[in-house]
Each structure stands twice: as C-alpha cells, then as structure tokens.
C-alpha cells in the first residue's frame, strides 16, 4: 500500500499517552484510598467499577468499531475514556468512586479495540508486525505516566487538580495524533459485510488464548494498582518511592516489547510465551518474600519483562484466526482485560484477611495456568481460504511471530 515504517508513528505515540493517562491515575490510587479512608476489601470492591465497565464495553466494542472504522473510532475514543478519567479524584464516597470507576472501564472498550486493530491494519500495510513495539510505547506511557503520578503526589498535588491537568494534555495531543494516522483500505473493508452480533463472546477456537491472556494481564493489573500500597503499607515506603516499583515493572517492560517482535521471530512465539511466564513467575516469588523495597523492586522488574509480549502476540494470534480481526480482537480482549482489571480486586480481597504478601501470592496461580496454555499464542490461518496477494505481509507477519 505504499506506505513506509513512518507511518506507524501515530499509533505507537497514540498507544503511549493512552496509557499514560492510566498511569497517572493508578498511581494516586493510595492517596484516594487514604482521602476516603477505605481499608483494602473497600478499596476492591471499588476497583472492580472497572473491570465491571471494561467487560460491559468490550461485549460489543469490536462492532463499534467495525461500524466506525478504526481511525473514527480513536478519535471518538478517546474523549469517551477522558471524559470518567476525571472523575475518581472528586468522588467524595467510595459508592461514587466505584460507579466513577464504571464509567472509566466503560470509556476504555472502543479505544482499546480501535487501537489494537489499527496497529494490525498498519502492520499489515507496510509487511512487518508493530503490534510488540506499540505495546511497548504502552508500556512506555505506563512509566511516563508513573513519574508524573509520582511527582503529583510527592509535592501534594491534589488528586483532582492532578488528573484535570492530564486529561486537558493528553486530549488535545491524542486528537492531534489521530488526524495524522494514515487512512489504510483492506480486503475487509471491500468485501460484502456480513451482518453479526453486536454482543461479542470468545468463540470455542480462542478461548485457551484468551485464558492464557488473561491469566498474565491479571498479574498485570495487580502489579499495577497494588505495588504501591504494598511498598508503603508493607515497607513503610513514602512516595516517590512507592511509585519505584511501578516505573521498574513498566521501564522492564516496555524495553521487553520493544525487543518482542525479533525475539518472538527469532525463537518463535510459542517458546517466547514459555520464558516470559517463567521469568513472571521468578519476579512474583521474589516480590512475595521480598523483606526491604529493593527486593520488591527488583522483582517488579522482572515480572514486567514476564508480561512484557504476552498481550502482543495474543493479539496477533487472535487477529490471524478466522473471522473478522475487530470481532476476534475484542472477543480476546473481552476475556483477557476482565483479568488485567479483576487482578487488584482478588488482590484487595485476599490482602484483607491474609495480608498484602497473601494477596500477591495468589498471582503466582494466575502465572502457572498462563505458563501451561503457552502454546495457544502460535498464529493460525484458516486452512480452507485462501488470502488474498495484498494481505501476503500479514500471512508474513502471522507466521515469524
């Protein structure tokens, strides 16, 4: 299609301040907790509003999607996600901080979708997988995002104040950046559409995908909205070390997405998802029996790098299966994402009657099932269908993965 390595840019940049906006949030988590004065079973149950309201949106983001086109859909997204990101900081109860949390998962289904596909279209167009390096870029903000987080809340920036200042940047910058993404026509778009349910499900052919998905990004979330509260309520850490684990979890992370797309060519998918569970594994153990913040750290580091591509190449396996890849994108997501945002629920919950190391532990089952469903990430073209010439770099791309 003519287009060049350039033109993946936008959506590396798109997928970073994305994530960073996240970030910035997940970071004041403590500060909220401590404002509202809510124990960690109360603080849970809160944190599920999202997961609640991620599902709910994924249920039938892939048809949004397929009905706005990917581009319309991020520009659309991302005001839709925002808009709620401002809210949780202003919420004066935790009753008004979950249904805040709700309308932030909500928020967060088409862009997610709309991304992800947009990043496959890319991909595709220009004959060499991105999926690893704009994950990467998400990891990146997720770092980003985690420094000014921390810098907030070590000079007492209030909540509120705090995250009306990101959501007014990464607004305009987000906007910026999706009037620059290239406009990319595929065999899909110009084929008959099929008429199909607006409420997605995992079909039977990627469901393990989707468990092995979703079994990392559990570890994922409860890193990420726990890490800080352990260091502090465990370690008496005080900010900005608290936010050290998180940065160290993300900055590991990111490099290791950034790494992932020659890696996983190079030793292929299947024995990449092998390793990275395995070191995921190592990093939580020693988080679990770390006794000073350095161990905590350093485990978190090695858990980012454990996480680092096990979304990526679950994408672009999910995207490579039969169907259309919007649908197939947010039937994985569905699943997966329920336990990136379902983890710091358990963790809480646990962490109420056995302790914070007792809530981290239970992680360690989440890493073991991913580690055995492993072989689920190699890519597979339907059999009986021919590709089309012009979608040959996808094929390509499929299968060094």
């Given at each position: 299609?003519?287009?060049?390595?350039?033109?993946?840019?936008?959506?590396?940049?798109?997928?970073?301040?994305?994530?960073?906006?996240?970030?910035?949030?997940?970071?004041?988590?403590?500060?909220?907790?401590?404002?509202?004065?809510?124990?960690?079973?109360?603080?849970?149950?809160?944190?599920?509003?999202?997961?609640?309201?991620?599902?709910?949106?994924?249920?039938?983001?892939?048809?949004?999607?397929?009905?706005?086109?990917?581009?319309?859909?991020?520009?659309?997204?991302?005001?839709?996600?925002?808009?709620?990101?401002?809210?949780?900081?202003?919420?004066?109860?935790?009753?008004?901080?979950?249904?805040?949390?709700?309308?932030?998962?909500?928020?967060?289904?088409?862009?997610?979708?709309?991304?992800?596909?947009?990043?496959?279209?890319?991909?595709?167009?220009?004959?060499?997988?991105v999926m690893s390096r704009c994950h990467a870029f998400w990891s990146f903000g997720l770092m980003g995002g985690s420094i000014t987080g921390s810098l907030a809340a070590t000079y007492n920036l209030p909540p509120e104040i705090h995250m009306i200042v990101v959501v007014v940047c990464v607004f305009v910058i987000g906007e910026a950046l999706a009037s620059r993404l290239p406009h990319i026509e595929t065999a899909e778009d110009d084929a008959p559409k099929v008429k199909t349910s607006s409420f997605v499900l995992p079909s039977p052919k990627i469901v393990l995908l989707c468990l092995f998905a979703f079994g990392m990004l559990l570890v994922e979330g409860g890193i990420i909205d726990w890490s800080a509260i352990y260091l502090r309520d465990v370690f008496g850490a005080t900010p900005p070390t608290t936010g050290y684990a998180l940065t160290a979890f993300s900055l590991v992370m990111a490099f290791g997405r950034l790494a992932g797309d020659w890696l996983s060519m190079r030793y292929g998918a299947v024995q990449m998802g092998r390793v990275c569970c395995t070191v995921a594994l190592a990093g939580l153990l020693v988080m679990v029996f770390a006794v000073?913040?350095?161990?905590?750290?350093?485990?978190?580091?090695?858990?980012?790098?454990?996480?680092?591509?096990?979304?990526?190449?679950?994408?672009?396996?999910?995207?490579?299966?039969?169907?259309?890849?919007?649908?197939?994108?947010?039937?994985?997501s569905l699943l997966s994402f329920s336990g990136f945002l379902l983890g710091p629920p358990m963790v809480g919950f646990v962490a109420q009657f056995g302790g914070y190391r007792m809530g981290m532990a239970t992680l360690l089952l989440a890493t073991l099932m991913s580690l055995v469903l492993s072989g689920e990430v190699r890519p597979r073209k339907p059999a009986s269908k021919r590709i089309p010439a012009e979608d040959g770099a996808r094929d390509t791309a499929a299968e060094s993965v």
């Open positions: 299609m003519g287009l060049s390595f350039a033109s993946a840019r936008p959506i590396m940049a798109l997928f970073f301040f994305y994530s960073s906006s996240m970030a910035n949030w997940l970071i004041r988590i403590p500060d909220v907790q401590h404002k509202l004065g809510m124990d960690p079973a109360t603080l849970a149950i809160c944190l599920l509003g999202v997961p609640i309201g991620l599902v709910t949106s994924m249920a039938f983001s892939g048809a949004v999607v397929e009905w706005l086109g990917p581009r319309r859909a991020i520009k659309i997204g991302f005001p839709l996600l925002l808009v709620p990101l401002l809210l949780p900081g202003f919420a004066p109860t935790p009753t008004l901080l979950f249904f805040a949390l709700v309308l932030v998962g909500l928020g967060m289904g088409p862009l997610e979708v709309a991304l992800n596909v947009t990043a496959d279209r890319i991909g595709r167009a220009i004959g060499r997988t000073n913040p350095f161990m905590v750290i350093a485990g978190a580091a090695a858990t980012g790098f454990g996480v680092s591509i096990v979304f990526p190449l679950a994408v672009t396996a999910a995207a490579s299966r039969e169907g259309p890849p919007a649908v197939n994108v947010a039937a994985l």
